[in-house]
């Protein structure tokens, strides 16, 4: 019974990890005040499409909302060089649905993560187990586990990101609407690779940064027992 009682928090601190990964990303895409400004002075973004930025904040709030889901489309009229249009082309418009299927799978999955961490809870519970001694053994555990993963693959892919940043595409993509053309589509002018380099390394230490209070939280938790007897 013990061994069901450690899988059951092991699963419990996996499914945690996963609710702090996909937070952090929604943390950096959508709550970092000022970041896409600072992001598009750093690139001369505004150069690059002839925009106010102003006018690109305004785009950049429409698209954060689509990929929520709280914004039907992307038919979204503002001023390049002067004149007036429509941001996103058809091939644009075509690539961000993809990107916003992922966004909402990932919304998805967080909440499965938190259905699973109280199934978890609640079956330990009816097993009789003491939660408060499993729970912060088997967080650790699992905290260690999935974070040990992740820090292998992001050794990796920091290598090379250019060549992971394709394999990302091509594992997440089946299409090819995402080879974009900087002189026709003004999308890969706002979030060139660069951009996304930043992006991924602010995750990551946000992510750290959740883990890292996580795993101090339990080990306090499990001194504090043993101090206790």
């Known amino acids: ?14 499914a945690l990890m996963i609710v702090l990964f996909i937070t952090s990303i929604e943390a950096v895409t959508y709550w ?3 970041y896409y400004e600072k992001e598009y002075k750093k690139y001369n973004v505004l150069e690059a499409v002839d925009m106010e930025m102003e006018d690109l904040l305004e785009v950049t709030d429409e698209m954060m909302a689509y990929l929520r889901g709280s ?7 503002t001023i390049v060089g002067g004149e007036p249009r429509e941001f ?3 091939r644009e418009i075509a690539h961000m649905e993809d990107v ?7 919304i998805s999955i967080r ?3 938190l259905a699973l961490i109280a199934a978890s809870i609640a079956a330990l519970m009816f097993l009789k187990a003491d939660v408060r001694q499993v729970l912060p053994r088997t967080i650790c555990a699992g905290t260690a586990l ?3 993963v992740l820090a292998v693959l992001a050794g990796i892919i920091s290598t090379n990101f250019s060549k992971y940043f394709v394999v990302f595409h091509h594992i997440f993509f089946d299409n090819d609407l995402w ?4 002189a026709a589509d003004l999308l890969i002018n706002i979030v060139p690779e660069p951009f996304f380099r930043d992006t991924a390394v602010r995750i990551g230490a946000t992510y750290g940064l959740a883990v890292l209070a996580v795993f101090i939280v339990c080990i306090w938790i499990i001194r504090r027992q043993k101090m206790q007897g």
């Open 88 to 90: 996103f082309n058809e």
């Open 111 to 113: 909440r499965w993560c």
């Open 1 to 14: 019974m013990k061994y069901l009682h450690n899988l059951l928090g092991i699963f419990c601190g996996i």
């Open 32 to 34: 970092t005040p000022g």
């Open 100 to 106: 916003q299927g992922l966004f909402l799978a990932a």
């Open 71 to 77: 914004r039907k489309d992307l038919h979204v009229p």
């Open 146 to 148: 999935f974070f040990s």
């Open 179 to 182: 080879i974009l053309d900087p």
